[in-house]
């Protein structure tokens, strides 16, 4: 069975940084894995990705969040720096196999004070 578990998640100020993680667990052979984040009465939204040999991220986070991975921990970071109250969201961790197979994590809050 696969398991995601995120950790990191916590109440910081704004201007501050935090970094969260995400290990895959079971017997499976990831490909891609990506952050995504939903805020409250919002639809869930890429943050960042890293796979393939490629790493995308969107508008929003490009230069203030890093995503870096360790392939043979199948584990996955996101440095998150000068955060900014919109930034306040639940995200969450993807992971692709090889196989097509998606797998989400639970979620971990990150909330952001003005």
């Known amino acids: 069975q696969v398991q995601v578990v995120e950790s990191g998640g916590a109440l910081v100020q704004a201007g501050g940084s935090l970094e969260l993680s995400c290990t895959v667990s079971g017997s499976v052979s990831i490909n891609v894995m990506a952050w995504y984040r939903e805020a409250p009465g919002e639809q869930r939204d890429f943050v960042a990705s890293?796979?393939?040999?490629?790493?995308h991220y969107s508008d929003s986070v490009r230069g203030r969040f890093t995503i870096a991975r360790n392939i043979n921990e199948h584990t996955v970071y996101l440095e998150m720096k000068d955060l900014k109250p919109e930034d306040t969201a639940v995200y969450y961790c993807y992971a692709e196999g090889f196989d097509g197979h998606v797998y989400w994590g639970q979620g971990t809050q990150v909330t952001v004070s003005s």
């Open positions: 890293k796979g393939g040999g490629r790493i």
